[in-house]
């Protein structure tokens, strides 16, 4: 299986100023999400976040809202977002079938959200780089029990080329110029 822009959608879940203090690796999670929230809002995918309970964990990160040219804000009480009918039906009415997904705590929301996406026919993919627990063993058992049920791990790079899909076109060299350059401590190669 691989992604399509026109097919796909992403979706952030929780990364919220409140719970990000207490999350191993949070910070990097964050800044790859934003990265590819970026590459997304240029390539007109879709980018929808969540937030769990807010008013108890905090509204979602302002660095991260900012990186993004659009998006839509769902608040939850269920920790799956799928449990919550107006977020499914919503997502449904959209027609994408390929979710991009990445937040915290993977092992909780970001995993029941995972598992809720895969039982209702949606093909999963997990965005290892940007989901992140408090405790990073919590991240690998999440990444290889949504995995198990049927997600496809992949990186940001992945995504970002699979959705480009060519070298030879404008979108490629404003998404080169803008967005495919070494990034965090990462050096990126091509062409």
């Not at 039906?89 to 079938?97: F, R, V």
């Not at 060519?166 to 070494?182: G, S, V």
């Amino acid at each position: 299986m691989q992604l399509q822009r026109d097919k796909s959608l992403l979706l952030m879940v929780d990364f919220q100023a409140g719970l990000l203090p207490a999350i191993n690796g949070g910070q990097e999670a964050l800044t790859e999400a934003s990265w590819l929230g970026e590459m997304a809002s240029l390539l007109e995918v879709p980018v929808w976040l969540t937030e769990q309970n807010p008013e108890k964990l905090g509204a979602t990160e302002p660095a991260l809202l900012a990186s993004l040219t659009g998006y839509r804000l769902w608040q939850k009480r269920h920790f799956g977002a799928m449990a919550e009918a107006e977020f499914r039906e919503a997502l449904n009415a959209t027609e994408k079938t390929q979710i991009v997904l990445c937040g915290t705590e993977a092992h909780i929301c970001v995993l029941q959200t995972g598992l809720g996406l895969l039982e209702a026919g949606y093909e999963l993919y997990w965005f290892s780089e940007a989901c992140a627990s408090r405790r990073p063993q919590e991240v690998v058992l999440a990444r290889e029990r949504v995995c198990a049920s049927g997600a496809v791990a992949v990186s940001a790079d992945m995504v970002a080329y699979e959705w480009l899909h060519r070298c030879d076109t404008a979108l490629f060299k404003e998404a080169h110029r803008r967005f495919l350059k070494p990034r965090s401590s990462r050096s990126l190669q091509f062409f």
